[in-house]
């Protein structure tokens, strides 16, 4: 690699922390490699991902970590810099990786490490792309999960049952702070399953969201989706109705704690996690904005007690998509709410919803 290459591609620590990741996320990932040759090469990648591609930290991080190990791995065969690095290499990474991860991660791995590459190529760190021959293995066509029109309707009436169990106790002002609460998160967890179905929207979507995201008069909702791509997403009354009775009664109830906290918690709160909550759409029970993980339990949790199938956030956004397409919803506007780049991504739900026609012609037509 020739100095002026090296000076114009080399990213100082600070631009790293600033516009990357947190020195506590990626640059952690990127300092666990031997060679300090790799670390800069992973600033520098982690750097372009998140200034020039717009990825999110978490994404950053992810490809980050893929990248990490295969270069470890790699230097266990004996490579010292990028340069050394040749597809067989590469391909014994891949044999490697067979036998310890499932097909799609695999995948995933691969292209993060083909991007690297590719990346460091047109940087001039390397002469060739050691990853451009590498062939992507074949995944199987997986339908995704989803629940029929009855199930759905069941996951809500659920989320509702939850409600009407802790109404009264807050009718009583002398009412136990755990009571209280109980309540505010069967607002929060109805309103929350009511939205991502009725939108569609991905569960980081729906962690991101803030109060002045809805536009309450048109029923719309504002999302930054991959990319830093904003879309405005409608949403119904039943949708509707569940958010203004989350914000009147529950989130107060929720955001007091943040303010009441215990000593130990209002050391931790700084000032800059406060401002986040008090935009927070949805809030956790001490306070703060709620995170993906928190959302994923609760999803879990109400689709046992309704006796549904058990999903994922992620299962009520492919049954939105289903059903809106077997409501008669063009192809191309699913993948506008959606948010997909492709239309190849939005057309399996048309395979689920064929799958369903079959199964329900099965079931009527007397000589099917």
Same mark, same amino acid.
């Given at each position: ?7 114009? /591609? ?8 600033? /516009? ?7 640059? *952690?990932?990127? @300092? ?17 991902? +998140? ?15 893929? $990248?990490?190990?295969?270069? $470890? ?8 810099? %990028? ?5 067989? /290499?590469?391909? !014994?990474? !891949? ?14 791995? %691969? ?19 050691? @990853? ?13 999960? &989803? ?58 979507? %729906? ?16 999302? %930054? ?5 904003? +879309?405005?997403?409608?949403?119904? $009354? ?8 989350? $914000? ?13 906290? *215990? ?25 703060? +904005? ?17 006796? &549904? ?14 059903? !809106? ?38 079931? @009527?037509?007397?000589? @099917?």
């Amino acid at each position: 690699m020739n100095s002026d290459a090296a000076n114009s /591609n080399t990213v100082s620590s600070n631009t790293v922390s600033s /516009n990357t990741v947190s020195s506590d996320s990626t640059c *952690s990932d990127c @300092a666990s490699a031997d060679s300090a040759y790799f670390d800069a090469a992973l600033h520098q990648y982690a750097t372009y991902l +998140r200034v020039n591609r717009g990825r999110a930290a978490h994404t950053v991080q992810a490809y980050i970590s893929d $990248i990490r190990q295969c270069l $470890i791995q790699l230097e266990h065969y004996g490579v010292k810099t %990028l340069q050394d690095v040749s597809a067989a /290499n590469l391909r !014994m990474w !891949m044999a490697w990786l067979s036998d310890n991860h499932t097909r799609s991660s695999v995948v995933r791995k %691969l292209a993060a490490v083909r991007g690297f590459f590719e990346f460091c190529q047109d940087r001039h760190m390397i002469t060739h792309n050691p @990853a451009g021959l590498l062939k992507t293995p074949k995944l199987p066509q997986v339908l995704p999960t &989803v629940l029929d029109e009855s199930q759905a309707q069941q996951l809500m009436e659920c989320s509702e049952q939850h409600i009407e169990q802790t109404t009264s106790s807050t009718h009583d002002k002398a009412t136990e702070p755990t009571e209280r609460n109980d309540y505010a998160c069967a607002l929060r967890d109805a309103a929350m399953v009511e939205l991502l179905y009725a939108t569609g929207m991905r569960v980081s979507e %729906l962690v991101s969201c803030n109060i002045s995201s809805i536009d309450w008069d048109n029923h719309m909702v504002r999302v %930054l989706g991959k990319g830093n791509k904003m +879309r405005v997403l409608p949403f119904g $009354i039943p949708a509707l109705h569940a958010l203004q009775t989350w $914000i009147d009664e529950g989130r107060p109830i929720l955001q007091a704690a943040l303010q009441v906290g *215990s000593a130990r918690d209002k050391a931790t709160a700084d000032d800059a996690s406060q401002a986040d909550a008090s935009q927070a759409l949805f809030l956790g029970v001490r306070g703060r +904005r709620i995170g993906v993980r928190q959302v994923r339990t609760i999803v879990h949790r109400l689709s046992h007690e309704a006796g &549904v199938p058990d999903i994922a956030p992620h299962a009520l956004r492919h049954s939105a998509a289903t059903h !809106m397409l077997d409501g008669g919803a063009d192809l191309r506007e699913v993948q506008e709410l959606l948010g997909h780049a492709s239309l190849a991504t939005t057309q399996r739900y048309t395979h689920v919803s064929i799958g369903q026609l079959l199964e329900r012609y099965d079931q @009527a037509f007397p000589r @099917a």
